[in-house]
């Protein structure tokens, strides 16, 4: 079975600071890992995912397979990052993506 | 720009009824999908659909639920019986290939009271 893990429920960082959003993942097979982002009133829209190894919005995200992690990261944080972060993984055939608990980010002024 | 829309946006109901949401996935689309959030909780995979059929369902998704695309453009989720526990949001998502990007609505708040 597949599982996410975002441990932190509440992460709050002052502009201009790294940022570091942490996710875990268990899967038997190759997983394939995504950050899902909601800003206030908007809905849930993919901000990235680990094939594509790419940098959104000054948001990257490494596969490590033998740490089992996706950590999410920014070296300086803006106040329009606030919002929250969802981790997910899919099989590979993307047929019943799970997400973690999520992790809300402030970045205050 | 295309986009996933759901109805109602919230629907309070009484328990023991009957519910049924719809989404309207992006038309060029082939994978639909239900997703759960109550309140303060994670977002939880209810089902996947393609090509008329389930192709996934979660240990959520019990003999209370079911989808339907009824036509070309709609696809739904029925509750049947809805218990107080049945309070969440629900999401509706569509992607156009199996290992794309899902696409979510805005959600449909259900409340059973």
């Known amino acids: 079975a597949q599982r996410v893990t975002q441990p932190e429920k509440l992460l709050s960082v002052f502009k201009g600071a790294p940022v570091e959003l942490k996710c875990n993942y268990s899967?038997?097979?190759?997983?394939?890992l995504f950050w899902y982002v909601q800003y206030s009133r908007q809905r849930l829209q993919l901000l990235l995912r680990?094939?594509s190894r790419e940098s959104i919005k000054g948001f990257t995200a490494d596969l490590n397979k033998g740490e089992t992690s996706f950590h999410l990261k920014k070296p300086f944080a803006q106040e329009e990052d606030s919002a929250m972060y969802y981790c997910a993984l899919s099989g590979y055939n993307n047929n019943d993506m799970r997400f973690g608990a999520g992790t809300r980010l402030t970045v205050k002024p | 720009e295309p986009e996933v829309t759901q109805t109602p946006s919230h629907q309070v109901t009484q328990m023991g009824q009957e519910v049924i949401l719809r989404c309207v996935p992006i038309s060029n689309h082939l994978y639909f999908y239900w997703y759960r959030q109550i309140l303060g909780q994670k977002v939880e995979f209810l089902v996947s659909?393609?090509?008329?059929?389930?192709?996934?369902k979660s240990e959520i998704f019990d003999d209370q639920f079911s989808v339907e695309r009824p036509d070309g453009s709609n696809f739904t989720l029925k509750i049947r019986s809805t218990k107080l526990e049945d309070s969440a949001m629900y999401f509706c998502?569509?992607?156009?290939?199996?290992?794309?990007?899902?696409?979510f609505g805005e959600g449909s708040r259900l409340t059973v009271l």
């Open positions: 680990h094939i």
């Open positions: 899967y038997s097979g190759s997983p394939e």
């Open positions: 659909f393609y090509n008329n059929e389930i192709s996934e």
């Open positions: 998502a569509s992607s156009e290939k199996t290992t794309g990007e899902l696409f």
